[in-house]
């Protein structure tokens, strides 16, 4: 069974960085991508960043204006996002999510083909 654990969120400042980990286990498949995601109040989920299993592509949402890197351990398992210059906008909670569709692809931003989803964890930036 696979899971998927977020790590490293918590409350910073206005222009403070921060690093998100999602650790996966119960892997039964080689080849595989994961991906961030966040959701603020009252909006709806929106596409941060994905990296393929082996770390070589990656991909991350141009509204993010270069803040955000995404980048993968394959030994352990783990994605990281490392998140800096934060802004109040980026108060949400963040999803980690694997997909095995089209895995050697980092621009796969579609919440529907990621297949296993995290709990969350919230991050708040305040002003």
């Known amino acids: 069974q696979v899971q998927l654990v977020e790590s490293g969120g918590g409350l910073v400042q206005t222009g403070d960085s921060l690093r998100l980990s999602c650790a996966a286990s119960g892997l039964t498949f080689s080849t595989y991508a994961m991906g961030w995601f966040r959701q603020a109040p009252g909006k709806e989920r929106e596409f941060v960043a994905s990296v393929n299993w082996d770390g070589r592509n990656t991909y991350e949402s141009p509204s993010l204006l270069g803040r955000f890197t995404v980048s993968g351990d394959n030994a352990k398992n783990t994605v990281y996002l490392q998140m800096s210059s934060l802004k109040p906008d980026d108060t949400g909670l963040y999803f980690c999510?694997?997909?095995?569709?089209?895995?050697?692809?980092?621009?796969?931003?579609?919440?529907?083909?990621?297949?296993?989803w995290g709990r969350g964890i919230q991050v708040t930036v305040s002003s």
């Open positions: 999510a694997l997909r095995t569709f089209r895995p050697h692809m980092a621009t796969v931003p579609v919440a529907a083909h990621y297949a296993y």
